[in-house]
């Protein structure tokens, strides 16, 4: 098995909640905070790691990232509250 790929849950420093997927969370999360992440990320920096998940493929990291990305804020909050994530 190669290396995993992660689904990430970042908290934006307006609030708001960004999912997405990487190899390397750490060097994905200094990405965002250096403004080259994603379009949505560089007006709401910084941007803190919440969670993170490993998966074994791609496909399922992606996955995880489209049904999160996908659910109102409360089934985010939710989700977050469920794994024992603080964010307030």
């Keep these: 098995m190669g290396e995993p790929y992660y689904f990430y849950v970042l908290l934006c420093a307006d609030g708001t909640f960004y999912g997405g997927y990487t190899r390397d969370v750490g ?3 200094a990405t965002h905070n250096a403004g080259k992440g994603a379009k949505y ?3 709401r920096r910084p941007v803190r790691l ?3 998940e ?3 493929d791609q496909h399922a990291a992606l996955s995880a990232e489209w049904h999160f990305k996908h659910q109102s804020r409360a089934a985010k909050e939710a989700f977050l509250q469920a794994h024992h994530i603080q964010w307030r």
């Design 41 to 43: 990320t560089q007006t």
């Design 50 to 52: 919440l969670y993170a």
């Design 27 to 29: 060097a994905r999360v």
């Design 54 to 56: 490993a998966f074994a």
